[in-house]
């Protein structure tokens, strides 16, 4: 999916969600491999009290590894990210339904 320089500028501060519909954060900056002439990632500041937020305890500055991203419009969506806590979860609902 390539970004054309028109495009990066409007890339900054664009709402990013998961492709389950998560609220990620907000993209801040671009990482580019200039000897390709490609977008490398995306950095991403968490929200406080979002899916990407309580996934990486509150740390800003997730880095976003490009191939992840999956469509860039009016908000970006990216690949979901299974955390612990949310295999934990799933591992206690299918418990409780074989119970």
Do not use: C, W
Request: net charge positive.
């Amino acid at each position: 999916m390539p970004i054309s320089v028109k495009n990066v500028a409007d890339m900054f501060n664009k709402d990013v969600f998961t492709a389950k519909g998560y609220y990620a954060g907000k993209v801040s900056d671009l990482e580019f491999d200039l000897s390709r002439f490609k977008v490398r990632s995306l950095v991403i500041e968490a929200a406080r009290g979002s899916f990407l937020g309580k996934a990486v305890g509150g740390k800003k500055g997730v880095i976003i590894p490009y191939p992840m991203v999956t469509a860039i419009g009016d908000v970006v969506i990216i690949k979901h990210i299974a955390t612990p806590t949310s295999a934990e979860e799933m591992t206690e609902e299918s418990a409780a339904v074989q119970v």
